[in-house]
């Protein structure tokens, strides 16, 4: 069972699209582990992106992310990280397949939506820094109809 960390940015808060974009999540299947809502703070929005500091659209992404607050959370489930990568879509909503997040909701790489981890190692790190070991372990009534 894998976990991987999901940020509804601001313009899903926003456009009030955060209750269609986590039901995507749940009716897969994913299993919500962690949620929280908050207006992220310019340190931590630097330490999430923190490998793509020095391009040149790092500043914009900064504003951006700390311009409104966010829903940020942790699912879990049979290849989460690759499952939730692949609902949400390519990072360029124009090139984000139909029936994806970002292209069915979005036009512009600066407003995708979205963020979700892009491997085990970011996933770890990426939950380590938004939650800590503020997880929770429960068991859900249809788990056995969803994991095999
Ligand atoms: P993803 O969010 O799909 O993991 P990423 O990690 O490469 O994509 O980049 C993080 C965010 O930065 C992305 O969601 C939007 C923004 N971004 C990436 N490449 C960009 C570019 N060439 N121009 C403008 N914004 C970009
Ligand atoms: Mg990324």
Known sequence: MERT???LKPDA??????GEI????????LKLVAMKMLQV?????RQHYAVHEGR????SLIRYITSAPVVAM????????????NTVGATRPAEAAPGT??????????????????????????????????????????DPWIFE
């Open 74 to 85: 942790v699912v879990e489930g049979t290849d989460a990280i690759a499952v939730v990568r």
């Open 41 to 45: 703070s310019e340190e931590l929005a």
């Open 56 to 59: 040149p659209f790092f500043e």
């Open 5 to 7: 960390f999901i940020i």
């Open 101 to 142: 997040i970002r292209a069915d909701f979005g036009l512009e790489i600066g407003r995708n939506l979205v963020h979700a981890s892009d491997g085990p190692e970011t996933a770890a790190s990426e939950i380590a820094l938004w939650f800590g070991d503020d997880l929770i372990e429960w068991q859900r009534a249809n």
């Open 13 to 18: 808060v926003q456009r009030g699209l955060v």
């Open 22 to 29: 986590i039901s995507r999540f749940e009716r897969r299947g």
